[in-house]
C-alpha cells in the first residue's frame, strides 16, 4: 500500500515504535524502499510488555483467536487484547508523566502534518495522532477484523438491559491518552474513519462499519534467488514452513516429530523443502536425499514451482498461497484468524485442514499425497485466486483513499 501511494507521487513515512519484539524492524522497513520515524520507547515497552509476552510464551497462553465453533471466544478475545492495550499504552506512563511512544507519534503528526494515517488495528495511537492533528484515519487489517468483532460484541452486552450494568475494560486505558491532548471518545478512535481489509470477501464478518477492499500483494522481503531456483523442479515440490514464529506443531507429546516426518516421506516422488531453523536441523539430524533444510527462503519465490505446501496456518503464508495459487495442508495454531481462514480454504477446496491435537504422521504423509495427486485441489487454488483478483490492487485504491481522505479530513 506504501509502494502504491508513492508511486502516485504521495509523500509516505512508516512510524513505528522501537519494541522489544522485533529488533530488525527498522532495517527492514528501510530494505522496503520506505522511510523510517522512530517513536522511540524501547526501554518503556520492554517493561510494560514483559508480563504480555511471558503468558503469550507459557504453555496455557491465551491467544486473541476467534474459535468459530465457541460463540463465547470472543470473550476471550476481548481479555487478551484488553492486555495488549494495557501493555502498549498503560494509564499510568512507567518512570514518570511522558509517554514516548504516545508523545512522539503526536509531535511528529502535528509536525509534518500528513493528510491520512493508516494504523494497525492494534495501535489506535495512530487514530489518536490523526485527530490532534487534524488527519483522516483508516485502519489497515492485517488479518480478520477481531477487533471490530469484539467491540460490537461489547456494545450488543453493554446495550442489552438483561445483562446489567457493565463497564467498559478498554476506557481505563484509552480515556486518559485521549484527555492528554483534549480529546473525547468516538468509536472511530478504535475503528477508525474507514478500514482497509485485505480478507476474502465471503470469509469477513458481517459487521456494519466502513471497509475498502484491497487485494493481498505477498511481500516477503527482497533478495538474490537461489540457483536452485533458477528451473522449475522435475517433481512436485513440497514447502515446509512453520512461519516467522517457527513453533513446533503441537501434538500429542507437546512436540511434531519432524524426523519421522520426513523419513515417512523418502520414497515418494517429490522434493520437501522445509525451513528449520537451527535448533530443528539439529534434533533432526541427517534428512532423506528428497528433503532440502534450509534457514528461510521468501515465499514469493519458491512457491511460483510448488505443487503444495504445509504450515502453520499464519495469514502471509496462506495470502501468498492464495497468490500463487498453490494447494495448502493447514495444521493451524490459533493466534488470531488461523483457525477461521483454514476451514475457508478447506471448504472452497483449496486445501485439507489437520487438527494440532490429532496430527499424526501416516495421516500428514496420506493428505500430502492428496493435495499434490488430486487435480481438485489445484481448481480449488485457481478459484481462489479468481476471488483474490475481484478485490483491487493497492494501486487501484489509491484514488478511493484520495476521496475518503477529502471527505473526512478535519
Known sequence: MAW????????????????PVDPNLFKNIASAGLTAVSLGGKEELAESLAPALAAANSPNRRTAAIDPDDEDSWRTCQAMLTVLFNAHYPPEPAGGDRRPVVDSLVEF??????????WDPLAPTGAVAARACGAA????????????????????????PASGPTEDPWMPWLEPMLERYGLDFTEETLLGQWTLDL????????????YVPVRWIPYNGGGSLPKWLHTRPERSRVVFTLGQTRRLFDGPQGGFPLREFFDSLSDLDLEMVATL??????AVGTLPDNVRAIGYVPLNQILPTSSAVIHHGGGGTSGACVAFQVPQLIVPIPLWDENIVARYIHRRGAGLVVDPAEMDVDGMRKD?????????????ARDLYQGMLAAPAPKDVVPVLERLVTEHRG
Request: net charge negative.
Open 4 to 19: 502504491a501511494l508513492q508511486a502516485a507521487g504521495h509523500e509516505v513515512v512508516m512510524a513505528a515504535s522501537e519494541a
Open 109 to 118: 503528526a502535528r509536525d509534518w502534518r500528513p493528510d491520512l494515517v493508516l
Open 137 to 160: 484515519h483508516a485502519r489497515l487489517l492485517f488479518g480478520m477484523d477481531n477487533v471490530g468483532l469484539v467491540r460490537s460484541k461489547m456494545r450488543e452486552e453493554r446495550e442489552d
Open 199 to 210: 480478507t476474502a470477501a465471503r470469509m469477513s464478518y458481517p459487521l456494519d462499519l466502513s
Open 277 to 282: 531453523n537451527s535448533d530443528q536441523l539439529a
Open 368 to 380: 500430502l499425497v492428496r493435495l499434490i495427486t488430486e487435480p481438485s485441489f489445484r481448481t480449488g
